[in-house]
């Protein structure tokens, strides 16, 4: 675990807003039709005209500035060709680095229309499970208050919570001690001091929270085909509370 100074915590503040404004134009972009690789380049384009670095690309070979995951794909799809169709539930997963820190990023939207009550449950109960855990990102509580947090009020809702995919501390590296649970028991733990900064990333599944590699070989997906959702921020832990960086 390396703690951040206040000053590092500012500069990592200033990357998490561009951060955000990219993920912001992304996201505008998102429509029937389009591919995930198109993304993919307004991606790369969107980080050279703000002047800062992927996080992602070249990350143990990782190919792409983006992670675009869709329906059962849970984190760490491959941007590529496909085409995203009405209804289609989207994942999109990026960090950069600004001034040698890193913050990461991530949301989940519907592309298009879409009736289905379930895809529009799964990303609010997602969304909310993720404040849930940011609300307990504060001096004294555990790592595992957090997980508690986000575990507790996903299955009060009739969701589950992925096991084997954590968040983790974030800084000068893309992955940092400590890893950050979704799950866990009240006061379990490690300690959570001012300084510290996590990214925080529920993710969660409408059944089984078994998984299995993708076949690009970087992503993720549910085993029993269950749709999945996903949200990150980056989160300073001050002595006032949770900061939140990337918004």
Same mark, same amino acid.
């Given at each position: 675990?390396?703690?951040?100074?206040?000053?590092?915590?500012?500069?990592?503040?200033?990357?998490?807003?561009?951060?955000?404004?990219?993920?912001?134009?992304? =996201?505008?972009?998102?429509?029937?039709?389009?591919?995930?690789?198109?993304?993919?380049?307004?991606?790369?384009?969107?980080?050279?005209?703000? &002047?800062?670095?992927?996080?992602?690309?070249?990350?143990?070979?990782?190919?792409?500035?983006?992670?675009?995951?869709?329906?059962?794909?849970?984190?760490?799809?491959?941007?590529?060709?496909?085409?995203?169709?009405?209804?289609?539930?989207? &994942?999109?997963?990026?960090?950069?680095?600004?001034? !040698? /820190?890193?913050?990461?990023?991530?949301?989940?939207?519907?592309?298009?229309?879409?009736?289905?009550?379930?895809?529009?449950?799964?990303?609010?109960?997602?969304?909310?499970?993720?404040?849930?855990?940011? =609300?307990?990102?504060?001096?004294? !509580?555990?790592?595992?208050?957090?997980?508690?947090?986000?575990?507790?009020?996903?299955? =009060? &809702?009739?969701?589950?919570?992925?096991?084997?995919?954590?968040?983790?501390?974030?800084?000068?590296?893309?992955?940092?001690?400590?890893?950050?649970?979704?799950?866990?028991?009240?006061?379990?733990?490690?300690?959570?001091?001012?300084?510290?900064?996590?990214?925080?990333?529920?993710?969660?599944?409408?059944?089984?929270?078994?998984? &299995? !590699?993708?076949?690009?070989?970087?992503? /993720?997906?549910?085993?029993?085909?269950?749709?999945?959702?996903? /949200?990150?921020?980056?989160?300073?832990?001050?002595? !006032?509370?949770?900061?939140?960086?990337?918004?």
């Amino acid at each position: 675990m390396i703690l951040k100074s206040k000053k590092e915590i500012e500069i990592m503040k200033e990357g998490g807003v561009i951060l955000a404004e990219i993920l912001k134009k992304i =996201s505008a972009a998102v429509r029937p039709g389009i591919a995930t690789h198109d993304l993919e380049e307004l991606a790369r384009e969107l980080i050279l005209s703000y &002047k800062v670095k992927s996080s992602f690309l070249g990350y143990d070979d990782y190919p792409a500035v983006l992670c675009t995951s869709v329906n059962d794909e849970i984190v760490h799809a491959l941007p590529s060709e496909r085409m995203l169709t009405d209804g289609d539930l989207l &994942k999109i997963d990026t960090g950069i680095i600004y001034k !040698n /820190f890193h913050t990461d990023t991530a949301t989940t939207l519907i592309v298009g229309e879409e009736a289905n009550q379930e895809k529009k449950d799964l990303i609010i109960v997602t969304r909310q499970s993720l404040e849930k855990g940011i =609300s307990k990102a504060r001096p004294g !509580n555990t790592l595992g208050d957090i997980g508690f947090a986000v575990q507790s009020f996903v299955e =009060s &809702k009739g969701f589950n919570v992925v096991r084997d995919l954590v968040g983790h501390g974030i800084g000068r590296d893309l992955h940092e001690a400590p890893q950050v649970p979704n799950y866990g028991e009240a006061g379990k733990g490690e300690k959570l001091l001012p300084g510290m900064v996590i990214a925080i990333e529920p993710m969660v599944v409408t059944g089984s929270w078994k998984i &299995k !590699n993708s076949p690009d070989g970087y992503g /993720f997906m549910t085993k029993d085909a269950g749709l999945a959702a996903h /949200f990150e921020h980056t989160v300073a832990i001050t002595e !006032n509370g949770p900061l939140i960086l990337t918004s």
